[in-house]
């Protein structure tokens, strides 16, 4: 995994600049700014060869940072950010949505993972319905844990499955059985917890049968929600070796095009409706029900605090981050001091085009407004790109007519080339 940013340094109690209280009041009386919560959860038991994320199989880090006690530092945590917001002088909000990722959340008892979902309600309090999910892997989730997550405020589980061929999941090492997959959704349902389920497509050896036999036995679980990203191969991962030294082969950017129009295909026949480029929401209707409320929260530009070891957190235009390693999260949080270790407010041009790269991906899309730059006569040339855009089947003509800009189905294949032209690239 890249090192982080160093970013500028953070104050030992984490107080954050003076125009974010200011921000996030002045934006109250408009459209008010949610607030979330992610929690990481750094344990897997094996490292898989394409995983890039902050993740470690040792079960004991040292204090604070092992399986068995990392709740303690999660729940620090907690306590430590109300103190910050507060004396940041940071309206109090209730959590929108939680969201426990990973590694394996699952890893750990269900009981830890309540009792961190508990201290943050009690410290933030939380909306009535919120979305509360956490990731799993299929093999970690039996009926007993499924019920005591629900019973304990969860409402969701995201479920790793990735393809439902054995030979792909060996490439990309996972743990679990196909088999294990239908199981695991069944425990979710009965427990009451909605389920999304997380595929990855583009890996080696994997034909174009195999992704529609994975897509057919992810539409027979009738998920709520699915996720579907092609495979990255990231440098510095094991996977990334592989491929530098032939023993794996690359990716085949054309052979991802056909699987996504595949998925396309599948999820649209089966009632799912895309609302981001690498994600389908069961919506039959087309009433906006099941999409990841917490994804959307990123999406918007909203409000998160990131707990855990190399979390990220953004309020209201500040971003920060947390000293990587378990044992040095763990350590600063013993001592009081905060385990951000960097921060940064990006300025105008760079927040512009973050809104542009993330907004582009959604059938939400962008207002056209957004995409113009403070430059003289920018307006006229994106205009002029929205035209060029819409003429070469990559936005739909008729959005752009509403002041909307949305990507048709070719459009997310080629959303870099949408981000580069609104842009000015």
Known sequence: MPALPLGAPVPDDGRLPAAVGERVRAAEDGAARTFSLYVHVPFCTVRCGYCDFNTYTAVDLGPGAGRGDYWESAVAELGFAQRALEASAVPARPLHTVFFGGGTPTLLPAADLVRI???????FGIVPGAEVTT??????????????????????????????????????????????VPAAVAAARDAGLEVSLDLIYGTAGESLQDW?????AAVELAPDHVSAY???????????AQVARGEVADVDPDD??????????????????????????????????????????????????????????????????????PAAYAQRLATGVTPAVGREQP?????????????????????????????PGDGERVRRVTAELIAAGLLDGRAALAGRLVPT?????RNDAIVRALAGF
């Open 256 to 325: 991802q095009a056909d699987k996504y129009l595949l998925a396309e295909e599948v999820l649209g026949a089966a009632g799912f409706r895309w609302y981001e480029v690498s994600n389908w929401a069961h919506d039959p209707e087309g009433a906006g029900v099941h999409r990841a409320r917490h994804n959307v929260a990123y999406w918007e530009d909203q409000d998160w605090w990131g707990i855990g070891p190399g979390a990220h957190s953004h309020v209201a235009g500040v971003r920060f981050w947390n000293a990587k390693h």
């Open 212 to 216: 529609r036999d994975t897509l057919h």
């Open 135 to 180: 990731e799993a892997n299929p093999d970690t989730v039996t009926p007993e844990y499924a019920r005591e997550l629900a019973a304990g405020g969860f409402t969701r589980l995201s479920l790793g499955m990735q393809s439902a061929a054995p030979h792909v999941l060996a490439t990309l090492e996972r743990t679990h059985r196909p088999e294990s």
């Open 409 to 413: 189905l070719q459009g997310r294949l």
């Open 230 to 240: 092609s495979l990255i191969v990231e440098e510095g991962t094991k996977l990334g």
């Open 117 to 123: 979902l508990r201290e943050a309600v009690e410290r």
């Open 347 to 375: 300025d105008a041009a760079a927040r512009r085009l973050e809104r542009i790269m993330l907004a582009a991906r959604t059938s939400e899309g962008l207002p056209a407004a957004e995409a113009v730059s403070d430059e």
